[in-house]
């Protein structure tokens, strides 16, 4: 059974940082490219960032610069650190694996980032 399990979301300051976890089960983590997805309210989901098995990377544009995504292969693991947060940021962060080379993907169950001051 697939399991995608986020964790680090909660409250943020404008300007400060978080930094989400997901750990995966259940798929071999090597064949996948692993990334995170977000909605806001009244807005569809949308691609933040994006890793490759071989550690290629891409960002939405809004998140360019102050987004970094990585993965530890070891502990099937996927990160986000966020910096310099925006209100905009505010949203439910899903993980997401998708099989490379395939249609076959995966969603987590989300966590909640929220930005305010």
């Known amino acids: 059974q697939v399991q995608l399990v986020e964790s680090g979301g909660g409250m943020g300051q404008p300007g400060g940082s978080l930094r989400l976890s997901c750990a995966a089960s259940g798929i071999p983590f090597g064949s996948y490219a692993m990334g995170w997805d977000r909605q806001a309210p009244g807005k569809e989901r949308e691609l933040v960032a994006r890793i490759g098995g071989s550690g290629h990377t891409n960002y939405a544009d809004s998140v360019k610069g102050r987004f970094t995504i990585s993965r530890d292969n070891a502990k099937n693991t996927v990160y986000l650190q966020m910096n310099s947060l925006k209100p905009a940021d505010t949203a439910v962060y899903y993980c997401?694996?998708?099989?490379?080379?395939?249609?076959?993907?995966?969603w987590g169950q989300g966590t909640q980032v929220t930005v305010s001051s």
């Open positions: 997401r694996a998708d099989l490379i080379y395939s249609t076959t993907y995966h």
